[in-house]
Nanobody
Framework: QVQLVESGGGLVQAGGSLRLSCAAS????????MAWFRQGPGKEREFVAV???????YYTDSVKGRFAISRDNAKNTMYLQMNSLKPEDTAVYYC???????????????????WGQGTQVTVSS
């Protein structure tokens, strides 16, 4: 069983930055593919970014060049550095994990086995 706990959300003005963290339990974190999803008010959950155990990264188009996903396997922690935030980035951000990485379905929520409880990010205009 893997437990994921997000932190780092908050209220920020447009153009500002936040760094989200996702702390994972378990001894095999380094082999997990880890991702960030978000769900804005009145919207469906959407993929944001993923990082494989080997460091391969993918982003959704709307955050490319602004967000950066990373991981520290020694600390069992994944991060999402969010810069140049926009009001449309307002959402609950969730981290998710799965044992294997696939280029075919990394953007699909149902492909992930473990989820955190979410952290709220609010960007004011």
């Amino acid at each position: 069983q893997v437990q994921l706990v997000e932190s780092g959300g908050g209220l920020v003005q447009a153009g500002g930055s936040l760094r989200l963290s996702c702390a994972a339990s378990g001894r095999t974190f380094s082999s997990y593919a880890m991702a960030w999803f978000r769900q804005g008010p009145g919207k469906e959950r959407e993929f944001v970014a993923v990082i494989s155990g080997g460091g391969i990264k993918y982003y959704t188009d709307s955050v490319k060049g602004r967000f950066a996903i990373s991981r520290d396997n020694a600390k069992n922690t994944m991060y999402l550095q969010m810069n140049s935030l926009k009001p449309e980035d307002t959402a609950v951000y969730y981290c998710a994990g799965r044992m294997a990485f696939s280029t075919g379905n990394y953007y699909l929520g149902h492909a992930y086995d473990y989820w955190g409880q979410g952290t709220q990010v609010t960007v004011s205009s």
